[in-house]
């Protein structure tokens, strides 16, 4: 018989297994600090205990991250004699560090100091007695870190935000610390433990004088990271409650913008990293930063005004959607914050009202129902809500049309963006056939490219029913690793699946986020006015070549690949490099020559790179295998932080399968030309082509929907061997 649940069951709750995090903030309407600010996070995040990960009663990580308490402040300089004004200057500033207890405390201490010195900071506060031990419990006293707070300040005129983030990054460059935050706005303190725990292991949240208008609380239950100090929530800008599926994405694009990522960091590290760079080294207020990390789906973009429209068009072009995933996203800079869900809604997250105070929890349930003003109201998927301190020292709430229409003013005071809606549509071009089609593709030419029979009858029933057959996760043909018959380096590669991420949603709102969009040319600038320049939006990556390719684009919705390629040529921005090498070089000092020569190209002002294996088996031109070209050319150009200049297209005739198109879109191919796959169904009609191309497309969104994730351009090296 089932057991119906009961609360005198709920004492066996630490013995159970649990799996999510809780996020809570408060911030007051009145720009008072209050210990009830604080007090009221701690006692949500304790509520909701049943959102942490616990191991005999120990929790695994809890946060918060409030203003700097100033009369806290005042207390602690008057102990030490020294001046309580230095707490009222604007440049007082407050750095809470773990320092690993196996490294050399003192000497860490000491190259730290420097860095303040160096950077014209003078230290006017430091302790290590600050915490209780006693307080944590047998796991996070193996971890435990020496916790070192400081107060700092400046003996010069400094760009604050910038400098101390310099000085962070400086500091992390020994693996040994963690820089929990320095700032001269906000504290974090947090801890491998429960809620209860903070108040206990931190002395100043045991003062009455501990003090807050924006605070920001986070349990931490991690699926993905093993817990430690120096991964628990919050970070300096945000605490985050889910995860983030195309983190691999999201860290190649951060790298393409200098953003200096966390040496072994969680994607929740990374993730607040590079808001924090965008905000402190790129000028960003939060709200622009949390649009351009999180922009809306498209179909919700096509239904905007015409100025949101254009905003959004260059946000998603100069950045993109790389930060998907479950999320509720809790976040805070300076005088701003800002609250959002993802754009599937998988994370629950609540705004409440009270007399005084503005809430926004995972749970609605973390105070009575008596105290509220107004309905709880759930985040709807993509929302963002922003707030922000008036003049008067009243908060201003921005709903998502307010803060949207915020982001707009202060986006086109940073670049030109106007007319960027027009790229939504889908390209008109000129009728261009540059190509001719293979009819009849020879058993020579399947054998050179590595096919098998298999893969031709595949592509033959997509081609007849416009669907990928139904198949089990896997096939029956000889583990690549031990096959005695020739093999492409596809064959040694699965993609990942992910199978605890998501929970089932409707067709109809999947249908709607799913977005197998490509983007080509180079990309518009985050930081500067740049010239428009030729930049296309393709809704698939797979192109059609020839006459073939021109007829079915108007079913397709899709241009042909001579079509685009002759766009790009018109402007002098198209460079070709042949993925072929002779028997007198090595293949190393082939891919040395081709990547140099991609990045010459690029150099040049080319912004479309053709890599194509056309030529390889005849006239001495041995082939490359076209995922190995695309990979080394992908990361030539982004260690060369040209990568964001232009885009890839491979046209290839060893591109087989669905397996071997997104295989070749996650190493760097924004888009595809698989020559001999389309010519294979070729024939008297266009219909199989078009439905090939169909099916095709219908696969790689059953691709990204295994690993948790709805928008192509998100996937990146999500496979294994």
């Known amino acids: ?40 996070v701690i006692n949500a995040l304790v509520k909701m205990n049943h959102r942490a990960g616990f191991i005999n009663g120990e929790g695994d990580g ?66 290590t007695k600050v915490t209780s031990s006693s307080a944590l419990g047998p796991i996070a006293l193996k971890e435990e ?65 501990v003090a807050s208008t924006m605070t920001l609380g986070h349990n931490r239950y991690s699926t993905n990271t093993l817990s430690n100090f120096f991964r628990v929530q919050p970070f300096s800008v945000l605490g985050h409650n889910g995860e983030i ?13 200098n953003v200096p990522l966390t040496d072994g960091g969680s994607d929740s590290q990374d993730l607040s990293r590079t808001i924090d760079t965008f905000i402190s080294r790129d000028g960003y207020s939060l709200f622009e930063a949390m649009d351009v990390l999180f922009p809306p789906i498209v179909n919700e973009i096509k239904a905007y005004p015409e100025h949101l429209q254009d905003l959004y068009t260059y946000i998603r072009e100069a950045w993109g959607h790389f930060a998907q995933g479950p999320a509720g996203i809790i976040s805070r800079h300076a005088d701003e914050a800002v609250f959002s869900v993802d754009a599937l809604g998988l994370r629950p997250l609540w705004k409440i009202e009270t007399e005084t105070t ?37 908060i201003k709430v921005y709903d998502y049309a307010a803060y949207q229409q915020e982001v707009y003013n202060r986006f086109s005071k940073r670049v030109s963006f106007e007319d960027y809606r027009m790229r939504l549509a889908t390209p008109s071009l000129e009728k261009t056939v540059t190509m001719s089609v293979t009819t009849k593709v020879h058993n020579g030419q399947y054998a050179a490219f590595g096919w098998d029979r298999e893969h031709i009858q595949l592509l033959e029933q997509m081609a007849e029913k416009g669907a990928e057959p139904i198949r089990s996760l896997g096939h029956d043909a000889p583990l690549a690793a031990i096959d005695t018959g020739r093999r ?6 699965k993609e990942s699946v992910a199978v605890v991420t998501n929970p089932a949603i409707d067709r109809d709102r999947e249908t709607e986020h799913f977005s197998t969009r490509t983007i080509i040319g180079k990309r518009p600038s985050l930081v500067q006015h740049e010239e428009k320049q030729l930049v296309m939006e393709l809704s698939s990556p797979l192109l059609i070549e020839g006459n073939l390719g021109y007829e079915c684009s108007s079913q397709t919705g899709q241009p042909s690949y001579d079509q685009v390629v002759e766009e790009f040529n018109k402007k002098k921005l198209l460079h070709y490099l042949p993925a072929t090498f002779t028997e007198n070089e090595s293949l190393k000092n082939a891919l040395d020559r081709l990547t140099n020569e991609a990045k010459e190209a690029v150099m040049e002002g080319k912004s479309l790179i053709i890599i194509d294996d056309a030529a390889a088996h005849k006239n001495g031109q041995l082939w490359i295998d076209p995922h190995l070209i695309t990979s080394a050319v992908d990361q030539a150009l982004v260690a060369s932080q040209l990568r964001r200049d232009c885009s890839l297209l491979l046209r290839s005739g060893a591109i087989r399968s669905l397996h071997d198109i997104i295989l070749a879109y996650g190493l760097g191919a924004n888009i595809i030309s698989p020559y001999l796959l389309f010519a294979t169904v070729s024939e008297e009609t266009i219909k199989p082509a078009v439905n090939l191309h169909s099916a095709l497309n219908k696969g790689l969104e059953k691709v990204i929907s295994t690993i948790g994730i709805h928008e192509l351009r998100g996937y990146s090296r999500l496979f294994s061997s």
């Open 245 to 257: 599926n195309t983190i691999s994405k999201l860290r190649d694009e951060a790298r393409m913008m």
């Open 358 to 394: 503005y809430l926004f929890s995972s749970e609605p349930g973390i105070i009575p129902s008596s105290d509220y003003v107004a309905e709880p109201k759930p985040l709807s998927p993509g929302e963002k809500i922003g707030l922000k301190w008036a003049n008067d020292d009243y």
């Open 62 to 127: 809890v946060g918060i991250h409030v203003d700097i308490p100033k009369n806290l402040w005042k207390e602690k300089l008057a102990a030490i004699g020294q001046s309580t004004d230095f707490v009222d200057r604007p440049d007082f500033t407050v750095g809470h560090f773990f320092i690993n207890k196996s490294a050399n405390a003192e000497q860490i201490k000491e190259h730290i100091t420097q860095l303040f010195t160096n950077k014209g900071f003078t230290i006017v506060f430091q302790s």
């Open 145 to 209: 870190p020496i916790f070192w707070q400081v107060a700092l300040i400046s003996n010069e005129s400094l760009n604050l935000t910038k400098t101390l983030f310099e000085l962070t990054i400086e500091i992390e460059q020994d693996h040994h610390v963690h820089v929990a935050s320095l700032s001269n706005y906000i504290a974090v303190y947090k801890v491998l433990g429960a809620g209860d725990i903070l108040p206990k292991f931190y002395h100043d949240l045991a003062s009455p004088l």
């Open 1 to 40: 018989m089932e057991k119906h649940w009961s609360p005198s069951l709920f004492k066996e709750f630490y013995h159970q297994e649990h799996d999510a995090c809780g996020i809570v903030s408060a911030i007051e309407k009145k720009r008072i600090p209050t210990k009830a600010n604080i007090d009221a």
């Open 488 to 493: 492409n380096i596809a064959d040694f590669i």
